[in-house]
């Protein structure tokens, strides 16, 4: 799907990607994330990446919200007490209540995803790259990951932002790939 791509983001861009499904979105988010690896070419990425991939992925659905979010940390490259300090940021971020303390298997959809996002965002990486996420959100949650996508903006830092709203390229981000 990736066939003849080649592509340059600049720190400090926010870029939508758009497309068909199969057309190889997640393909690309996922090699930007060395989640997978490119069968040939090059990709080189300059920064820490926290990537939001698929909703949840990675977390132990018969872990707390709180040790999921601890240990995503730790795997971002956190120590365990930086992990732990981020957690009061985390918990308010996904505003979810007593849940943050319950297996996240009994979660809302859009509870997984306040947890997920809430981590990967609360992560700070240098480059953010989220994949369809925001679809399963709720529109306030969705107004709250917008409004840290500003401040990441104001920040200088990179978002990676795939999605099938051409209305939402078109009002967050700097340029679209189809």
């Known amino acids: 799907a990736l066939s003849g791509v080649d592509i340059e983001i600049r720190r400090g861009e926010t870029v939508g990607v758009l497309g068909i499904n199969g057309a190889g979105k997640s393909t690309l988010m996922g090699i930007v994330a060395s989640v997978i690896a490119p069968s040939s070419g090059s990709v080189e990425v300059n920064g820490r990446v926290t990537a939001l991939l698929e909703l949840g992925a990675g977390f132990n659905p018969e872990w707390t919200g709180r040790q999921n979010a601890e240990f995503f940390g730790i795997l971002n490259g956190m120590t365990p007490a930086e992990a732990r300090a981020r957690l009061p940021e985390i918990e308010a971020f996904a505003d979810i209540g007593f849940h943050f303390d319950q297996p996240m298997r009994t979660y809302s959809s859009g509870m997984y995803l306040r947890v997920a996002f809430a981590a990967a965002i609360c992560a700070d990486p ?36 795939v999605t099938h709203n051409q209305e939402l390229v078109a009002r967050y981000c700097s340029r679209g790939l189809v």
Do not use: M, P, S
């Open 126 to 161: 240098d480059i953010f790259v989220v994949d369809e996420a925001l679809a399963v959100g709720d529109a306030r949650f969705q107004n709250k990951c917008f409004r840290r996508f500003d401040k990441f903006q104001k920040a200088g830092k990179t978002i990676l932002f």
